[in-house]
């Protein structure tokens, strides 16, 4: 437990003093009327969702949103029939932990989905200073939309205790892990209880690249460059492991037509997503002169609910966690030269028309 991320460790011993045991009620005083409409809105949603939820594949996602982290939790609401989005759980990445957790309850409320719960997890990487990305993603980290700030409660249990709690109670196997932040809240779970990692049926991760390079330094990826130790305790734990690196989703790209098709939708999801989208592809077109920029977190939902758009390869990953000028890079044994047994499945293609043209009919139904 010494080795727990300072963050988390914290929290569990103000925990330990407070004896919590309340998981449904936010920060502040809300007046009743908009609880009774928050409890009711959520029985509805229920009560729409409980026949088709009934053989869908169990996930939670861990996110820092994030423009694209937006789309992909959208896109896994549009698909209840398939995946069954038990919490989402928030960690500090592309913005402070505050700001992510503000703006997946934000994402949630634009869904129509307030009961969904939304959890606060680490505020800082294990070990490391947190690195953020306000450059990519803007102030608010979802600049873009004009989105109001959201009404519906952060729960009051941790992320990381979410996550030990629900492999514990959840049948062996059955939940799914979708990674598209920083690993630190999965790491900190499986350091915290490792008797979780067995349950878990596999980890599903947008992070790290092979030949398409870095984004944040000229070898590493955003996700495993902010918590390197992290990624490297997620990738040596044993869990099934599917990476989408930035060889897939640099293929993914909203051009202008792509764009345009989510706002035709005509829905405020649609006019959101195609502002969301427009606001990250500015970045691109200022900073490396491209006219499209990569949908890079949607790439996991995408993998769950339409594997034959993609082509694969399993391989060794390693994450390089000593070097300061190569730090977060994933190094992944391609050719099998290493002799290390394979640890991961590494997603490196797609069928990019394929899953745009998905993508907008799914969000057509939110
Ligand atoms: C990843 O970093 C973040 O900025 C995005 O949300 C995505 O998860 C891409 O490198
Ligand atoms: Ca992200």
Partial sequence: MSGLNPGYRRHLSVAAARHCCDSDCGPGVRPAAQMWTL?????????????TRMSAHKIIIDTDPGQDDAVAILFALACP??????????VAGNVQLEMTT????????LAGRCDLPVHA???????????????????????????PEPLMPVQRVHAVDLIIDTLHRQPSGSVTLVAIGPLTNIATAFEAAPDIIERVHEIVLMGGAYAAHGNVTPVAEFNIHVDPQAADIVVHSGVPLVMLPLDV?????VTRARNAAFRALGTPVGRAVADLTGFFGRYNAERHGADAAPLHDPCTIGWLLRPDLFSARRVNVAIETQSELTMGMTVVDWWGVSGHAANATFVHDVDADGFFAFLTDRLARL
């Avoid at 409890?39 to 026949?51: D, G």
């Avoid at 503000?102 to 409320?109: F, L, P």
């Avoid at 989703?249 to 790209?253: E, I, M, P, Q, S």
Wanted: glycine fraction near 8%; charged fraction near 35%.
């Fill in 39 to 51: 409890r009711r809105k959520r029985r509805m949603v229920w009560r729409n969702q409980h026949e």
């Fill in 81 to 90: 029939e398939a995946l069954e989005v038990l919490a989402l759980t928030c």
């Fill in 102 to 109: 503000r703006n997946a309850r934000r994402i949630c409320e």
């Fill in 121 to 147: 997890g680490c505020d800082r990487p294990i070990g490391r200073d947190l690195v953020t990305a306000e450059q990519v993603h803007g102030r608010s980290g979802l600049d873009g939309p004009d989105l």
């Fill in 249 to 253: 989703t640099h293929k993914v790209l």
